[in-house]
């Protein structure tokens, strides 16, 4: 049974950070891994993805502050979120696909990605 499971969201002031986690078990094919976001009454959103070949995308708005990342076995999947601000605050997701994410990140469709979190809350505060 595919599981994702994100972890380490909360409560921080404007300007600090955090790190999310994301434990994946049951799912090795996976050529992407993607975190995103929703806020109340928007769309959800793609932040970041990483290949299976390394290479990275991040959405415009995070560029520079968010950093994504993966152990060694794919087994976890993490998103560092420095200097983060109010607009940040959302619901945060992570999700894997069998296709490569090499497009820009607003370009990726939702339904292209196989599986999905249940989400961790992330508030920024002013």
């Known amino acids: 049974q595919v599981q994702l499971v994100e972890s380490g969201g909360g409560s921080v002031q404007a300007g600090g950070s955090l790190r999310l986690s994301c434990a994946v078990s049951?799912?090795?094919?996976?050529?992407?891994m993607a975190w995103f976001r929703q806020a109340p009454g928007k769309e959800r959103e793609g932040v970041a993805g990483?290949?299976?070949?390394?290479?990275?995308r991040y959405a415009d708005s995070v560029e520079g502050r968010f950093t994504i990342s993966q152990d060694n076995a794919k087994s976890t999947l993490y998103l560092q979120m420095n200097s983060l601000k109010p607009e940040d605050t959302a619901t945060y997701y992570c999700?894997?696909?069998?296709?490569?994410?090499?497009?820009?990140?607003?370009?990726?469709?939702?339904?292209?990605?196989?599986?999905w979190g249940q989400g961790t809350q992330v508030t920024v505060s002013s």
């Open positions: 049951g799912y090795t094919y996976s050529k992407c």
């Open positions: 990483v290949n299976s070949d390394g290479i990275k």
């Open positions: 999700a894997a696909t069998t296709f490569w994410c090499y497009s820009r990140v607003g370009s990726w469709s939702l339904a292209a990605f196989d599986y």
